[in-house]
């Protein structure tokens, strides 16, 4: 029984973070691979000149979420370069849940169609299709139609990493903007799934979970410097309306025709 190939991206000056997470998912029989994340302080303005393409929706990107997602990048590369049918890519902030070790154990429950796969939930509205394509354990695998933020835990075929691999060698836009939220240009291009309840969530969506003390947050991959987004112009704030009026208003018809369904993706 093959099992899933799992990355941990975690920084060199963080080690609480990856021993924390290592012990929760060795309690469990997941073995893992520690992956070095690009480190924001080490880049430079010619490393950002050369990967970023202009400001994206949220603003300029900063160091840290170019570092981020230099670091996602690497895990797709490592799933090309070893000719793997696909791979689970963590964040060293994520909580695993109750049953991971037997979710990893076999590949069986991955859509055959997927590029995406995510076992993640920040516990925001989503729009899920109203079947399942497949079951693991007690975690159904369902389409994901909507935004759902966060790139801390999902599973990225090999077929997609090529792609992700071929079209973001420069980027603009934050990883998990371009990976799961309706806005980015992927979106209707990539086949996303949803775990449903999902077996990962990050510390900070989790209240039973206190991040541990001992951790300094600049130890976090993103390093999210605040902020602000560029201001619209009228003429693109009424795009913008009028786009999300559109994905909203077809979110809409889908449910009433009983093909997708909101929901809150838990945790379990």
């Given at each position: 029984m093959?099992?899933?190939?799992?990355?941990?991206?975690?920084l060199d000056r963080a080690p609480d973070r990856i021993e924390r997470l290592g012990g929760r998912l060795r309690a469990q029989g997941v073995v893992f691979e520690r992956m070095p994340a690009v480190d924001a302080r080490l880049l430079g303005d010619a490393d950002?000149?050369?990967?970023?393409?202009?400001?994206g929706y949220w603003g300029r990107l900063t160091r840290g979420e170019v570092a981020c997602f230099l670091s996602h990048r690497a895990c797709w590369q490592r799933i090309v370069d070893r000719g793997l049918p696909h791979g689970v890519v963590l964040e060293d902030d994520v909580v695993p849940g109750e049953d991971v070790g037997a979710l990893f154990s076999n590949v069986d429950w991955v859509p055959p169609d997927a590029d995406l796969v995510k076992l993640e939930t920040n516990r925001k509205p989503v729009w899920l299709a109203r079947g399942h394509v497949a079951q693991a354990a007690r975690h159904a695998v369902t389409r994901l139609y909507s935004s759902h933020d966060c790139t801390a835990a999902y599973v990225v075929t090999r077929h997609a990493a090529q792609r992700l691999l071929r079209e973001t060698l420069r980027f603009r836009d934050e990883v998990d903007e371009l990976l799961f939220t309706e806005r980015s240009p992927l979106h209707g291009r990539l086949v996303n799934y949803q775990m449903d309840p999902a077996p990962f969530v990050q510390e900070r969506w989790l209240e039973a979970v206190e991040p541990s003390p001992d951790v300094d947050p600049d130890t976090s991959i993103e390093e999210r410097e605040q902020k602000v987004r560029r201001p619209l112009s009228r003429p693109e704030r009424f795009v913008e309306?009028?786009?999300?009026?559109?994905?909203?208003?077809g979110q809409a018809a889908m449910e009433f025709l009983g093909r997708r369904r909101t929901a809150v993706v838990d945790f379990r």
């Open positions: 093959t099992r899933m190939q799992t990355f941990v991206i975690n950002i000149a050369r990967h970023v393409d202009g400001i309306y009028l786009g999300q009026g559109r994905r909203d208003f």
